[in-house]
């Protein structure tokens, strides 16, 4: 049987949420405030796309949230894909004030969870594939609540304007993880490598909560054994530090 499913607005933004096996969707009174990890999809498309992943999130323990990224989904940009077909400079500067736009709405997000009972504030991760992972990396500085985070095939380049300057203050302690593809011609993963080694001196006191791991032969588009083994990666981490 898989987990129960709820469509709803979190504030007054779209969200999937798949709960534990056994959590009670009851009234507010009867709930228990669950670990919880929120989930960004790719660009173009969806939170109904990763479903599967969702779920397995929560047959793991997690209370799984699948969020709209703005212009997508039940907010859907007008014309997006002529507006993601045109000049590669001017897509490019789209695409990262929707990245930005999504990355200030996680504190809102947070709290409606909270205030509804649903979530540890203690304990919220934060996970997303390609634009999501994108988001993943700026989510950390925008709300300090984050305690994991898992980036796939995303950049730190696109999650804010100042690249990774401040890089050590913004991340650390949360527990991150980045997984990207080595033969990754969308999103190459030189910036994620890159924050990854600016990174290593504020994470020596807990060297455990920082970790790069590359697939090797894959492309942005990855095999389904390949996408499988970088989910079950992604579900270990959260698991492991956010509970």
């Not at 997690?62 to 001017?90: K, N, Y």
């Not at 994991?148 to 913004?170: F, K, W």
């Amino acid at each position: 049987m898989p987990a129960p499913v709820e469509r709803c607005l979190l504030g007054e933004l779209p969200a999937l949420i798949v709960r534990p096996r056994g959590a009670d969707a009851g009234a507010p009174s009867k709930r228990r405030a669950l670990p919880t990890v929120l989930w960004f999809h790719g660009l173009g498309a969806d939170k109904e796309v990763h479903l599967p992943e969702l779920q397995l999130f929560a047959d793991a323990g997690l209370l799984a949230i699948g969020v709209d990224a703005a212009g997508h989904g039940q907010r859907p940009l007008p014309d997006f894909q002529r507006l993601f077909s045109g000049v590669a400079d001017a897509s490019g500067a789209l695409f990262k004030t929707l990245v930005g736009q999504t990355i200030s709405e996680l504190p809102v997000l947070i709290d409606a969870l909270v205030d509804r009972g649903l979530s540890d504030p203690q304990h919220i991760g934060v996970a997303g594939v390609s634009m999501g992972g994108c988001i993943v990396y700026g989510a950390i500085a925008a709300d300090r609540r984050v305690r994991a985070a898992v980036a796939l095939l995303g950049s730190p380049a696109c999650s804010c304007s100042d690249g990774a300057e401040q890089a050590p203050a913004r991340f650390f302690p949360t527990a991150l993880l980045s997984i990207t593809a080595d033969d990754d011609q969308v999103v190459p993963p030189a910036a994620a490598q890159a924050l990854h080694q600016q990174l290593l001196h504020a994470y020596a006191s807990q060297p455990e909560r920082l970790a790069y791991r590359v697939i090797p032969g894959a492309a942005h588009c990855m095999r389904p054994e390949q996408w499988a083994g970088a989910v079950a990666q992604t579900s270990a981490w959260l698991v492991r530090f956010v509970p």
